[in-house]
């Protein structure tokens, strides 16, 4: 059941960073994964300043700030 919800959360957090960022061209499967290594990153950068994340729309939160960093450092490094 966890990677299920996991999947799912990953996915919500891939769209609304996309939506967000403007990033038109990822497809599901990419966001999905954007989404779940987002939220990865989004909860260990907040849990360095001290910030903690509960709950489902505390994971989606810090999930899709995550995929938006992480879309930033990607094009950043891809120059899209």
């Not at 994971?59 to 950043?76: D, F, H, K, S």
Request: net charge positive; proline share 0%.
């Amino acid at each position: 059941m966890g990677w299920v919800v996991t999947i799912i959360v990953g996915g919500i957090c891939g769209w609304l960073a996309g939506a967000i960022m403007d990033s038109k061209k990822n497809g599901l499967l990419i966001n999905i994964i954007l989404g779940i290594i987002g939220g990865a990153l989004g909860n260990f950068v907040f849990g360095l300043i001290g910030i903690h994340f509960f709950g489902l729309v505390g994971n989606i939160i810090g999930g899709v700030i995550g995929t938006c960093l992480l879309i930033a450092i990607g094009r950043l490094i891809f120059k899209k």
